[in-house]
């Protein structure tokens, strides 16, 4: 009987210890990708189609300089693949369209929105958000707000990366947004070789495109 009692002791042990593993805590995770930005868009499976869109807009070196760039991952360009295509079915229900297709100079117009000049980290930002001139002269809104998630939970609300697109030509047209025009950044501050990757959530669709 003492060697059943003895066995069961060990073996409840060895269970408690796999249900406490998530207690553990695995460090902070380090920020530093390894290589330079655009290496990092190709190695990874959710950023590789925006690598190709990069080359194909000939903004490798402005990548891959000490610049800060804001990714759309592959949904956020599948997304607009899809609304492009929707919107020629329309006309012609035999279209075909896929990112091969995407025009060289709507990306080399276009993409650039998604790279700023310089360093721009999270402690860069504030809840106010600073007016920032991209690459190819269009203006976003970055800023580092607090999102009221899980209050019954937390004292203080966690802080998220937002990219805001403006609506119109005028300054007062800020205040048009919409949901759609305000992207949370899912994950913000990887550190390349030479700048700094901020990854956009998938919801995104790239070039904050609208169907006509």
């Known amino acids: 009987m003492k060697k059943y009692i003895y066995i069961l002791a060990i073996s409840l042990g060895f269970i408690s210890c796999i249900d406490d593993d998530y207690l553990v805590d695995g ?16 190695s990874h499976s959710q950023l590789d189609t925006l690598a190709l869109l990069i080359e194909r807009a000939g903004l490798i070196d402005e990548v891959n300089g000490e610049n800060t760039l804001f990714a759309p991952n592959n949904l956020s360009i599948q997304k607009y693949v899809d609304a492009v295509l929707a919107d020629m079915r329309e006309d ?8 091969n297709d995407i025009p060289v100079d709507t990306l080399q117009k276009y993409m650039g929105g998604y790279i700023f000049p ?24 970055i800023s580092l707000e607090p999102r009221e998630e899980y209050t019954n939970q937390l004292s203080s609300f966690p802080e998220y990366v937002f990219f805001t697109y403006k609506k119109g ?35 995104h669709t790239l070039f904050n495109y609208e169907r006509e």
């Open 92 to 99: 012609d229900a035999e279209a075909e369209y896929t990112v």
């Open 27 to 42: 460090g902070v995770s380090s920020p530093y990708v390894g290589t330079d930005t655009y290496t990092f868009l190709q």
């Open 118 to 141: 310089g360093k721009i980290t999270r402690e860069d930002m504030s809840n106010q958000g600073e007016i920032m001139t991209a690459l190819n002269g269009e203006q976003k809104r």
């Open 169 to 203: 030509e005028e300054w007062d047209e800020w205040d048009n947004i919409t949901d759609d025009d305000v992207i949370i950044v899912r994950t913000s501050n990887l550190l390349s070789t030479s700048g700094v990757i901020h990854v956009l959530q998938g919801t």
